[in-house]
């Protein structure tokens, strides 16, 4: 199973919808297949213009390492250096916090990853899980 | 005047429309804002995974150089080594050949580009042209 | 609203200026858009060599973040591993520390940022306030 | 001798003078020191944001080959493969064609360089003689 440009599409409505719902503020999202490649993203006005570096550095880490953001985050304060160094291997495009959410196919396996920021990291995440909920896809922040 | 999402959702679905109406090859299609950040993506399901950054190549050298990607192209073609520099300075980042299309506001001046990538580069330019003018926006390609 | 030269220029004058009332060492001031690009820059005499580099820092990570250099600092001090990450996507640019200042138009959107080096941190930014306040805008240290 | 700001202030204000009096597109001007490190910037409203990076690399490898921009692109069009080498290891940075001006002291020892661009090379290279003019200086384009 692979993600389409329809999933993402959905994704990224609905993890916008989630964010004007709980208030969050502008957020941008961004959709990456199972080899981290860019699928979709959009960013919503009044977002700084950097976001999408942020949003596909928090998905990029995800599919590469295949960990989530959150897992990523326990492992760069317990070792920092480790992380340091993965992202010297990767290219300097791993944002290792919450917000980057691993997508799940239905056998359970990685079929891509989404990077939401513009809140805090935790909100960035529970956004992004809704998006993936609504795509009817399995997501894991 | 600056370039919205809506702008570029707009943008792109039409960018879309009109390679379906061509029958063209799966399209990427990226819009930047007036400084070269990307404000929305979209690539087709059956494009390579690599499009993004073509895409982007397209429009980043367009916004950064306030040149269509035809104009860049000829000095390309006139100066290949001029263009290799330009590429130099602005980090690898520029692809100069059709398909890179500069998005003017009322008033003449430039509020982003559009980059599509997929078909050939004129059809690709072509459908970026009809994506534009959907949004009631001034391509230059 | 966008940022112009001549407000670029007034900038660089008047933190010049402040510089000196306050017996501050050689400055550096740099001016930067809305897109994170250099307008304008000027190193006073005496100054070290690479303040540029310093200088645009400060001001590139204000825009791309849309964040002040005080939290950014804050930041970094709470998750270092973050700011680190963060420079990584912005291929090494950022400098997260005061003397990187928002300008805001009068909306209240980012127009723009300044950065200034060359004393301490904090009379860095008292003189970038100093000189967007003389082009009547507004800045957020 | 050194060049000092006072020095480039000066050339940035007649270069762009020049250009207005010529009726050249509008214009960014950056002087640079004897090591190749920038000393004042100046870009004019309505100029591409990319253009810093431009100017920079037409002064930076004046600077740093103690060759001008006319002689720089004589030699790329002689030997591209040479010039492209050099750009290796000079980082990228290297624009090689005119409006990249040496200039030079009362010795005739090199004290920096001028980068303008934004119209012709040939334009960018007068206006930027008539700036090093107006300083006192002697420039070799």
Same mark, same amino acid.
């Given at each position: =199973?692979t993600? !389409?440009?329809?999933? &993402? +599409?959905?994704?990224?409505? #609905?993890?916008?919808?989630?964010?004007?719902?709980?208030?969050?503020?502008?957020?941008?999202v961004?959709?990456?297949d199972?080899g981290g490649?860019?699928?979709?993203?959009e960013?919503?006005?009044?977002?700084?213009?950097?976001?999408?570096?942020?949003?596909?550095?928090?998905a990029?880490?995800?599919?590469?390492?295949? =960990?989530?953001? !959150?897992?990523?985050m &326990? +492992?760069?304060?317990?070792? #920092?250096?480790?992380?340091?160094?993965?992202?010297?291997?990767?290219g300097?495009?791993?944002?290792?916090?919450p917000?980057?959410?691993l997508?799940?196919?239905?056998d359970g396996?990685?079929?891509?990853?989404?990077?939401?920021?513009?809140?805090?990291?935790?909100?960035?995440a529970?956004?992004?899980?809704?998006?993936?909920?609504?795509?009817?896809?399995k997501?894991?922040?």
């Amino acid at each position: =199973m692979t993600i !389409s440009l329809e999933h &993402a +599409r959905t994704i990224i409505e #609905a993890t916008r919808a989630k964010g004007r719902e709980l208030g969050l503020k502008p957020l941008s999202v961004v959709v990456l297949d199972a080899g981290g490649h860019v699928l979709a993203f959009e960013r919503e006005d009044g977002a700084a213009p950097g976001r999408f570096a942020i949003a596909q550095g928090k998905a990029y880490g995800s599919v590469m390492l295949g =960990m989530a953001g !959150s897992a990523q985050m &326990a +492992r760069a304060e317990q070792q #920092a250096y480790f992380m340091a160094a993965v992202n010297g291997v990767y290219g300097g495009q791993v944002v290792p916090v919450p917000g980057g959410v691993l997508v799940r196919g239905e056998d359970g396996g990685v079929i891509g990853a989404v990077g939401v920021t513009g809140d805090t990291s935790d909100n960035d995440a529970e956004a992004a899980m809704a998006g993936i909920a609504a795509a009817g896809l399995k997501g894991e922040a």
